[in-house]
């Protein structure tokens, strides 16, 4: 049986986490990412998961689609734009223990999606897919 296949458009982020000026946990997230990755835990080989965003061409960029590939998410649909970078967000915990968030991704890549030269490519490919997912912070980001 064909595995069934579902894009997952948004924006995944870098994750700086701990107190500023301190040592800080450098990872990434986003809730579409979050859920591109669950979903491949889940499913293994019956869904074929593909996310699909905007990256930079820096180092940073590159290592955060290295990441989503060593987790078997296709990333063909992740347009690369060389002007852009990822977008930023730091968690803070207080002393009970509580979250305060800071963003930074209002130049993100991933904003410019819709915009990008060669979207009409990635529209072309989800006509193929048997599902799309996306958040509603995921559609509030694209301009």
């Known amino acids: 049986m064909t595995p069934k296949s579902i894009a997952i458009i948004g924006e995944c982020m ?31 080989n019956e869904v074929n998961v593909n996310y699909v965003s905007a ?15 060593a987790h078997h998410i296709n990333t ?20 009970s223990g509580e979250r305060t968030f800071q963003y930074w991704r ?13 979207f009409t490519k990635v529209l072309t490919n989800l006509a193929e897919v048997d599902a799309i997912y996306l958040s509603g912070i995921s559609l509030a980001n694209f301009t």
């Open 76 to 95: 063909d649909n992740v347009l690369l734009s060389h002007n852009k970078q990822p977008g930023l967000y730091m968690i803070q915990n207080d002393a």
């Open 106 to 118: 209002s130049d993100s890549a991933a904003k410019y999606l819709v915009q990008h030269a060669d």
């Open 55 to 69: 990256m930079g061409t820096d180092p940073l960029s590159r290592a955060l689609i290295d990441k989503w590939q």
């Open 14 to 44: 870098v994750e700086l986490s701990g107190q500023p000026f301190t040592a800080m946990q450098q990872n990434y997230g986003g809730d579409s990412m979050n859920t591109a990755i669950y979903l491949k835990k889940l499913a293994a």
